[in-house]
C-alpha cells in the first residue's frame, strides 16, 4: 500500500499461521512481534500500546516503532523481524 505498514503478530497465535502475517520490511514496513494468543491480541496492552504510538504519528513522520521505558522489556529482543 502507498503508505506505512506495522505488522502485529505473535508466533504463539495458535490460530494463524504467523509466517503469514509478516510483511516484508522495507523503509515504511515493519513487523512487531507480541507473545499473545490469537483472542488476546485485541485487548494485550503492548498491542494496544503499539497501535497507540502508530497512529500518534504525524502524516509525514513515519518512524518505526521504538519500546521506550519498562515496556522495552516487555517487547524484547523478539519485538519484530
Do not use: K
Not at 506495522?6 to 520490511?25: F, K, L, P
Not at 494485550?44 to 500518534?56: C, E, F, G, Q, S
Request: charged fraction near 20%.
Amino acid at each position: 500500500p502507498p503508505v506505512p505498514v506495522t505488522a502485529i503478530y505473535s508466533r504463539t497465535d495458535g490460530i494463524v499461521n504467523w509466517q503469514t502475517c509478516v510483511e516484508d520490511a522495507d523503509s515504511t514496513t515493519e513487523n512487531i512481534e507480541v507473545v499473545s494468543s490469537h483472542c488476546g491480541l485485541g485487548h494485550h496492552p503492548l498491542v494496544l500500546m503499539a497501535i497507540a504510538d502508530r497512529l500518534a504519528q504525524g502524516e509525514d513522520a513515519w518512524r518505526p516503532f521504538e519500546a521506550r521505558g519498562f515496556s522495552r522489556f516487555a517487547f524484547g529482543a523478539s519485538r519484530g523481524t
